[in-house]
């Protein structure tokens, strides 16, 4: 028996670390009968052909999927390097990424017999995908938004209201999506009965880090086959943004084996790397353990979490999924910073150049790929994840601009 | 020897618990030897931490006002080394896993040692991530004091047999804070948790009243109080300790009447 209890002790903590020690669980007792629920179920569902046609059938005949690879011709021009690949997420009923990962955890909420979903949001486009779902399923919802997001999102905000969800303004510590998130999680450890938590990035205990690529992975299946019918051949370079990294995790997966593609996640690097007021987490945080997780966090010397800074509300979070800290070890993907200025530059050179109005998020990918693309041949191709729609930043980059305009 | 578990042996045990450096050192030196002097049989220090995912608003603002007279790591232990000049009460850290992770377990292990602190409460720990710390808190007899809860089902008997020092028995789920009502069947659990293990059991998290204290002490073996004691130092500042003592010894004599209604 005692031999039995270790053995299953010992597949829980492998099934959920990357790299040498990242990941695992690391969460107060209350919660983690219901983890051990999530994390059944998941291992099953994933599995099971009528999970997998209800998620199919969700993601094609709801979230509009797949989504476009589209072929940036003026961008590639301007730029006159690579061959400039968008992976068009923004085009996604509601407007980003998230809706992927949002289907698959509330079908598997659905699953548990819950019927209520609770999540964290920081730009709002993780919050309104979760609303939507819990409309269309009939579940009820609770959002939990730090205060400052709410007023930096504020027709997110309206959005989600108007799907029927109800938003709390978290007013604890900085007020953003780490304290979000720290709502989220004492919420769900208050009831978890009927409520499950839908996390919305590639972070927290196992196995939330596996479950959001499993369900973020659509991207790089797709993006792999679509390039392959219409180049025959694999990307040299994938770009994607990293917040928590779910976006990036979903458009690195397909490639992690193909060693040749160059994987590159971009972080927000605020207003400067050394400035201190940054959210660039694998540039400049050390390992430690917070949010149910081992990875890479912003935080002093004592252990203390650091507030971090970002233009991009979706980026502004202290640490990042536990597979990328692994792969930034591994060398496997390089991170790099972009600063708020070089976002908002490429925030306003995609809306000129292609006529698309990204998230301020995915323009931090953007503005990375102004940077690589001139210094790369005509014949390699990158492919960039354009993770969401930038109608939500219109107001707040005018404003960063100095431009008047009324909402 | 096993000092923690000792402290049940014989009588229900009192556990209070303040924050570390709120309001400032030399109050929380203070509080420490009023809670030992007046009835205290383990005292809790909790260490700050920017992001308490387990505690309810009166800690998090506790935690601030402890920030605010720059607390640091280090400053725990000197309060520790301070208190430990007039009491000799056991004493243990609650404190989120990425303190000791950052100051590294071994030193913060044998610094708990020296200062003659029985153990940690580590809230974001649980049984599947012990492999992180205890070895090392072996190595140094200090107690990793696991929380078991009304949710933990399945999961007692695994955690109990494993435990050492005492169980963190958490009243509700939910975060720390005041509370009229409690997870009903506490005795059955703790019924449960003892099948397991003779290390002994503390009911902690919103108790606040004295018949509330008598009332769990008759079902665990010893009762822990936090918020409330946190909310008379956010009331009283420096005039905390008194405060505390005359609260202390309230709850004190009803954790006392509970093991005379046992007795009987």
């Known amino acids: ?407 | 020897m096993n000092k923690l578990s000792d402290v049940f042996k014989d009588h229900k045990a009192f556990v209070p618990f303040v924050v570390a450096n709120d309001p400032d050192f030399d109050t929380t030196v203070q509080n420490i030897i009023a809670l030992a002097k007046n009835g205290a049989d383990i005292v809790e220090l909790g260490v700050p931490f920017s992001d308490p995912v387990a505690d309810g608003p009166v800690i998090q603002a506790a935690d601030l006002r402890a920030f605010k007279a720059n607390v640091q790591t280090r400053t725990i232990f000197e309060i520790v080394s301070a208190a430990r000049q007039e009491t000799d009460v056991p004493i243990v850290l609650l404190t989120y896993l990425n303190i000791p992770f950052k100051y590294g377990y071994d030193a913060f292990l044998k610094k708990c040692a020296d200062l003659d602190i029985g153990g940690l409460v580590i809230p974001d720990l649980p049984y599947e991530s012990r492999d992180e710390i205890v070895p090392t808190a072996t190595k140094y007899d200090v107690d990793i004091v696991p929380l078991i809860s009304p949710t933990s089902g399945g999961r007692i008997e695994k955690i109990a047999r494993d435990a050492t020092g005492f169980i963190y028995v958490v009243s509700s789920v939910g975060i720390t804070g005041e509370r009229d009502d409690f997870y009903h069947g506490l005795a059955e659990l703790v019924k449960t948790i003892r099948q397991y293990t003779h290390v002994p059991t503390a009911i902690g998290f919103g108790v606040h009243t004295p018949e509330q204290a008598q009332k769990l002490a008759e079902i665990a073996d010893g009762v822990i109080i936090g918020s409330a004691i946190v909310n008379i130092v956010a009331t009283e500042k420096q005039d905390a300790p008194a405060a505390i003592a005359s609260f202390t010894k309230g709850i004190r004599q009803s954790i006392d009447a509970a093991q005379q209604v046992i007795l009987k």
């Not at chain 1, 400039?84 to 548990?112: C, F, M, P, S, W």
């Not at chain 1, 050390?286 to 149910?292: D, E, L, Q, T």
């Not at chain 1, 650091?306 to 060398?331: F, Q, T």
């Open chain 1, 1 to 407: 028996m005692k031999t039995l209890l270790n053995e299953e002790q010992i597949d829980t903590q492998q099934a959920g670390r990357y790299g040498n020690d990242f990941g695992g669980q690391y969460i107060p007792e209350i919660l983690m009968s219901e983890l051990e629920k999530v994390n059944q179920s998941f291992q099953t569902l994933k599995d099971d052909p009528t999970f997998k046609m209800e998620l199919q059938d969700l993601l094609i005949n709801y979230a509009n999927r797949p989504s476009l690879l589209y072929y940036a011709k003026n961008m590639t021009a301007d730029l006159g390097g690579a061959k400039i690949y968008l992976k068009r997420e923004d085009l996604n009923h509601t407007g980003a990424h998230k809706i992927n990962n949002v289907i698959g955890q509330a079908l598997l909420a659905k699953h548990l017999g819950k019927q209520r979903l609770i999540a964290e949001t920081g730009a709002g486009q993780h919050g309104v995908a979760t609303a939507t779902i819990a409309a269309l399923l009939g579940m009820s919802c609770e959002i939990f938004m730090g205060k400052e997001d709410t007023e930096r999102q504020k027709l997110n905000v309206y959005r989600m209201e108007l799907l029927g969800a109800k938003v709390h303004a978290v007013t604890s510590g900085s007020k953003v999506l780490k304290d979000a998130v720290n709502a989220a999680l004492q919420e769900w450890a208050s009831r978890s009965d009927d409520t499950f938590y839908v996390l919305g990035s590639a972070v927290g205990p196992a196995p939330f880090p596996e479950m959001v690529k499993y369900f973020q992975s659509v991207i790089s299946q797709e993006s792999k086959q679509q390039l392959q019918n219409e180049e025959n051949q694999l990307p040299d370079m994938v770009v994607a943004c990293v917040g928590g990294g779910s976006n990036a995790i979903g458009s690195f997966a397909n490639y992690l084996d193909d060693t040749n593609v160059k994987l590159v996640g971009v972080e927000a690097a605020g207003k400067g790397i050394d400035t201190g007021q940054t959210a660039a987490t694998i540039e400049r945080g050390s390992v430690g353990v917070f949010h149910g997780m081992k990875s890479l966090f912003m935080q002093n010397s004592d252990g203390q979490i650091d507030p971090v800074y970002s233009i991009s509300a979706g980026l502004d979070y202290p640490g990042v999924g536990p597979e990328h800290a692994a792969l930034a070890e591994a060398k496997r993907a390089e991170y790099v910073g972009i600063t708020d200025d070089e976002a908002v530059q490429a925030f306003e050179y995609i809306a000129k150049q292609e006529g698309i109005v990204a998230a301020i998020e995915s323009c931090h990918a953007i503005a990375y790929v102004e940077k690589v693309a001139p210094t790369m041949s005509k014949d390699q191709i990158i492919v960039c994840t354009l993770s969401g729609r930038g109608d939500k930043d219109v107001a707040s980059i005018a404003k960063y601009k100095g431009v008047n305009v009324d909402e």
